[in-house]
């Protein structure tokens, strides 16, 4: 079973940061993909950020500048750091994973835009930016 714990959202001014930071074991980082994905209420899920495990990162267009995915493999860490933040970024932030060889055959299988089909998922951690 692959667990993953995501921390780190909270409420910020729109222009601030945040980092969300998700743990997840040693063994998920040497085998599978990763990435984020959010989801604001009323809406549908939207893949964000994802890193292959050969260290690739793809980002939503929306974010791409602002956010940045990476992974501390001495302390089995996924991050998301978040930056100029803004009120649309506003939603509950989900650290997923799957088997790279589930999503790498398929087109744009190892990009941002298959995270939301990620086969595990953590409980997700709020992000609120107000105006």
């Known amino acids: 079973q692959v667990q993953l714990v995501e921390s780190g959202g909270g409420s910020v001014p729109a222009g601030g940061s945040l980092r969300l930071s998700c743990a997840a074991s040693a063994y998920v980082y040497r085998t599978y993909c990763m990435g984020w994905f959010r989801q604001a209420p009323g809406k549908e899920r939207e893949g964000v950020a994802a890193?292959?495990?050969?260290?690739?990162?793809t980002y939503v267009d929306s974010v791409k500048g602002r956010f940045t995915i990476s992974r501390d493999s001495a302390k089995n860490t996924l991050y998301l750091e978040m930056s100029s933040l803004k009120p649309e970024d506003s939603a509950k932030y989900y650290c997923?994973?799957?088997?790279?060889?589930?999503?790498?055959?398929?087109?744009?299988?190892?990009?941002?835009?298959?995270?939301?089909?990620?086969?595990?998922r953590g409980q997700g951690t709020q992000v609120t930016v107000s105006s």
């Open positions: 890193m292959h495990r050969d260290g690739t990162t």
């Open positions: 997923a994973a799957d088997l790279s060889s589930t999503h790498d055959w398929k087109p744009f299988g190892r990009t941002w835009r298959a995270v939301t089909e990620y086969k595990y």
